[in-house]
């Protein structure tokens, strides 16, 4: 059938427009156009033949037949005669395969409705597959957000992600304190992307960890480079963070890189977690100075590694500072713990606490 330039026209605005490939919706209408045949003439896959050229804008659509004695012939929709075959060509015999070439018009109304159909499918298919591939592709990264609508029942925020992806941030992945408004703009963190019949399921957290990583990487170039590398996080979302920094280069401070001159990186990052405290430490292979390093801001005397199948230490502090090295509530011993691995047992320096007393430790999260 003639082509029709407009269309082929209207097929490369839509791939600019939206993101979707010429070839892929070529190739949507092709299958339609088989279905088509296919239904009016009650024939198989292999008994239609579709040519597309999106050079010329040309179609081309014939029906394939095999060609079959007359006394063999049992399906006049897949078969023909032989006999038949010879008066539209006298060289046809038994065994080669008739193409005939149909028309537009042929078609009718059902081709026509079941083209547009698949090709609205297939738009929405190409959509649903480029939205799964651009969220994907923001895995393990922050995006920014807006919120559409809160829950107040269930505490639960809706989300626009853009180009149509949405998300629910859950109570348990929400910021204890913060509060949230419709049409404002959070920074959230992708935690994973799964996929479903109803389309990707995006999982975002502003509580997770990784949330803080990845805002140092976009802060701190060192981080972004690899110079220095962030061995570990331990957070309590809104509150505070500790964070153990290692670089490869001896001749760059990785606490100092993220810290920032006067303070400016760290202080960005801060503004962006709404005031959460940030203690950022040096990593070290060396568990007892790293033990040392994640107990600051209190000075540590002592650690002492302890025998046994579970990771253990004892801790000595000055005495003054042993509230310091506890924390409110128990806050830095017990990030201290997650930061490290290490169940931690923080003692005095003036001496050993009673049997009956409560002993000052902290064990790592599970």
Not at 22 to 36: N, T, W
Not at 81 to 108: C, H, W
Not at 167 to 188: D, F, H, S
Request: proline content about 5%.
């Amino acid at each position: 059938m003639a082509g029709n330039n407009e269309f082929f026209e209207a097929l490369t605005m839509l791939e600019h427009e939206r993101g979707i490939t010429a070839q892929y919706l070529l190739e949507k209408i092709e299958a339609a156009i088989v279905i088509a045949v296919k239904k009016n003439y009650e024939v198989e896959d292999d008994n239609v033949l579709v040519e597309i050229d999106p050079a010329t804008g040309k179609f081309n659509v014939a029906l394939v037949q095999d060609i079959v004695p007359d006394e063999e012939l049992e399906n006049e929709h897949t078969q023909v005669a032989e006999s038949d075959a010879q008066n539209i060509r006298k060289t046809y015999k038994a065994g080669m395969r008739l193409v005939t070439p149909l028309k537009t018009k042929e078609f009718g109304r059902i081709a026509a409705q079941t083209a547009k159909h698949v090709i609205r499918q297939g738009i929405r298919e190409a959509e649903r597959s480029q939205q799964l591939s651009e969220i994907q592709s923001k895995s393990h990264d922050i995006v920014q957000a807006t919120v559409t609508r809160i829950d107040p029942e269930k505490k639960i925020v809706s989300l626009d992600l853009g180009k149509g992806g949405e998300a629910i941030l859950p109570r348990n992945e929400q910021v204890p304190g913060e509060t949230y408004t419709e049409g404002q703009i959070l920074q959230v963190y992708v935690v994973d992307v799964l996929t479903g019949e109803r389309g990707p399921r995006v999982m975002i957290s502003r509580t997770h960890p990784g949330l803080v990583k990845r805002l140092f990487e976009l802060e701190v170039p060192e981080i972004f480079d690899g110079t220095v590398e962030v061995k570990a996080i331990s957070r309590e979302a809104g509150v505070r963070t500790k964070m153990a920094v290692w670089s490869k280069d001896p001749n760059v401070n990785p606490v100092s890189a993220c810290i920032g001159p006067h303070g400016d990186r760290v202080a960005a990052v801060v503004e962006k977690l709404g005031g959460e405290k940030i203690d950022i430490v040096r990593w070290s292979e060396d568990v007892t100075e790293f033990i040392s390093a994640a107990l600051s801001p209190a000075k540590v005397l002592k650690v002492e590694l302890l025998p046994g199948e579970t990771r253990s230490c004892r801790v000595t502090v000055p005495d003054q500072q042993l509230s310091l090295a506890i924390g409110n509530k128990g806050q830095n011993a017990r990030l201290c713990a997650r930061l490290t691995g290490y169940n931690i047992d923080i003692r005095p320096e003036s001496g050993y606490y009673g049997e009956e007393e409560e002993k000052p430790a902290a064990e790592p999260a599970e």
